[in-house]
């Protein structure tokens, strides 16, 4: 039974990542930093989301974690959209919140007809078409689905290529975590 993000404790959340970590790891990919999605999950946690949108399935990792922060509340809507099937990919089952999984090219304007239904999100990962075109078609697209005020990521910020030179473009109040790949968000 969920409750509202007021009686809901976010530490407690925070404390049980390491737990989550290593059991991400063990039933699927996670092709994250551990140090950069930490810094994201809890900034991400601490805004106490109720929708979330997500470009870039893959195996879940990412999404396993919203589906761990989104659990406790109620009337939260996680939503991810993939080219390839997730649910052939995605042990859905030992997701706390089911995600509504869209399966489909995201810069298909019949996948964001689907996306819309679902709006506004409080936060918005961008992981999927990583070229600088699709990293561009993605932030145009579904960055106004986005709360004013709330939070869009970018992976792989860090990297020599396309997501760097967008989002060294992109204007506004810009975080960064670079370790490895890089973490990037903007407050809408
Ligand atoms: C880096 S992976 C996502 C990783 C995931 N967010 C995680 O950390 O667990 C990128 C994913 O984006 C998907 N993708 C690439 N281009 C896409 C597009 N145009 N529309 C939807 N998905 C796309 C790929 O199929 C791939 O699964």
Redesign the pocket.
């Known amino acids: 039974m969920g409750v509202s993000w007021r009686e809901a404790k976010v530490s407690d959340k925070k404390y049980l990542f390491e737990e989550w970590w290593e059991q991400c790891k063990r039933t699927r ?4 930093h551990l140090a950069e999605f930490r810094w994201l999950f809890d900034k991400v946690a601490y805004a106490e989301p109720l929708r979330i949108l ?10 396993f974690f919203w589906s761990q922060l989104l659990c406790v509340v109620e009337d939260s809507v996680l939503v991810s ?4 099937d997730p649910h052939t990919i995605l042990d859905l089952e030992s997701f706390p919140k089911q995600p509504i999984v869209i399966h ?4 298909d304007p019949k ?1 964001l007809a689907q996306v819309v239904k679902y709006q506004p999100f409080d936060f918005l ?1 961008i ?4 070229s600088y075109a ?1 990293v561009k078609a993605d932030y145009k697209d579904y960055s106004p689905l986005v709360k004013p005020g709330g939070l869009i990521a970018f ?1 792989d910020i860090g990297l020599v290529g396309s997501v760097r030179r967008f989002w060294r473009q992109l204007r506004g109040n810009k975080q960064e975590m670079c370790k490895l790949m890089g973490m990037g968000l903007i407050t809408k």
């Open positions: 990919t996670m092709p994250q997500e470009i870039g399935t893959e195996k879940g990792g990412t999404l959209v993939d080219l390839g489909g090219n995201s810069h996948v990962l992981d999927g078409d990583h699709g992976h």
